[in-house]
């Protein structure tokens, strides 16, 4: 029997919930106040996911880079690879805040949305 403990992070009131497995079974949950923080300790264990920020290469911007984040968790397992994956990249600017980079990368359920804008550099004068 193994009890991972953890510090709910939904929302403001933090509480400290355990989570009691034996092998892939969860046997016991305790400490929540709401549905929400027992299922999201149940899948802290059992399937850990979470929101990927980073940057993406930016060609011909006014910022060599913008800041990118995922609209949904990911598998924790999964980060490395995305993150590699994103690293290659490279986007034309004028980036817009808000703007999908990427739809489902390597077959993520999720999309890479730019989270600042990045406007053309003025090569012209
Ligand atoms: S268990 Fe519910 S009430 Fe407690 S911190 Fe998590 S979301 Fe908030």
Redesign the pocket.
Known sequence: MTVYRFT?V??P???S?EVEVEGSEVRDVRG???S???E?AVEEVLSPKRVVMTVIRVRGGKEPVVSVKTDSPIPKERIRELMNYLATLEVEAPVSIGQVLEDRPLGLETRVVATRSVDRSDTSK
């Open positions: 709910c939904i929302c009131l933090s509480c919930v929540f106040n709401c929400r923080g027992r999201w």
